[in-house]
């Protein structure tokens, strides 16, 4: 049921599914958010970051991978959003929830081509309001295509992610110096095709990953020097599956498991 007149007027409230506008008719809303969860997306979001909850201040990181054969250019949008909050409007709703409360740096995002194959982040510093109660806050990032969609208009979304304010207090990574042992883990398990691992050493250490099958048989090998973002990228895509992977980093060995999802 709609709610009731805002200031004496009546307005239809429309869809918009991932960026692709969808109408007033709720009958068919059901069938579009249906459809779109069911299509495949080439853009993985991964955040991370810190929060102070003294100063109320924190840093946002969404590290933006593209899975596709192509270069994508998208619009990465931060938002930050408060739930449960009571105000008796005209129309009678007393409480909002997923209300937007800023927009960082501003509502006109920041544009990013993200190579084939390759990841780029957006790094965020934010301030949560006094007035703004910190244990009901989330910050969204969503990605959308700077290719508008004539029929409707509308910039298709490539991805979201969201994370409560709270989930980033403590949890700010350091930096080893040189000759300090490096830590490793998987930054999203499961994963899509190209798995990413943090790894916690310091720029150009010298690293070694195998990725095996259940049974034994190497599936992936690759080489290199970690990059400064501490990030180990996958250079082929993988099957989806169940891994285990060897990763040997300035001489140490981490061993684990790894699920491939898509």
Request: with cysteine; charged share 15%.
């Amino acid at each position: 049921m709609y709610p009731g007149p805002y200031s004496g007027s009546y307005a239809t409230p429309w869809l918009w599914v991932d960026g692709r506008q969808r109408g007033y008719n709720y009958n068919l809303w059901a069938s579009y958010v249906a459809a779109q969860i069911g299509i495949p997306t080439p853009v993985q979001i991964t955040l991370t970051g810190d929060y102070n909850q003294s100063t109320r201040t924190g840093t946002i990181k969404a590290l933006i991978q593209n899975d596709s054969t192509a270069d994508l250019t998208m619009r990465v949008s931060v938002v930050i959003t408060e739930d449960s909050i009571y105000y008796s409007a005209p129309n009678g709703d007393q409480w909002h929830n997923h209300v937007c409360r800023d927009y960082i740096p501003n509502q006109s995002g920041t544009v990013i081509t993200v190579p084939a194959g390759g990841i780029d982040s957006v790094i965020q510093p934010f301030t949560i309001a006094s007035t703004w109660n910190e244990q009901r806050c989330k910050i969204v990032v969503y990605a959308q295509s700077t290719t508008m969609v004539p029929s409707d208009s509308s910039y298709p979304a490539y991805q979201g992610a969201e994370v409560a304010i709270l989930d980033l207090v403590g949890i700010r990574e350091g930096k080893p110096a040189d000759g300090e042992p490096a830590q490793v883990r998987p930054l999203v398990n499961p994963a899509s095709g190209r798995p990413v691992f943090a790894v916690t050493a310091h720029t150009g250490a010298e690293y070694q990953l195998f990725i095996y099958t259940v049974d034994g048989r190497i599936s992936h090998t690759q080489n290199g020097t970690t990059a400064g973002d501490s990030r180990i990228a996958v250079s082929s895509r993988l099957p989806r599956g169940i891994y285990l992977y060897r990763l040997k980093v300035n001489g140490a060995e981490f061993n684990g498991k790894l699920i491939v999802t898509d």
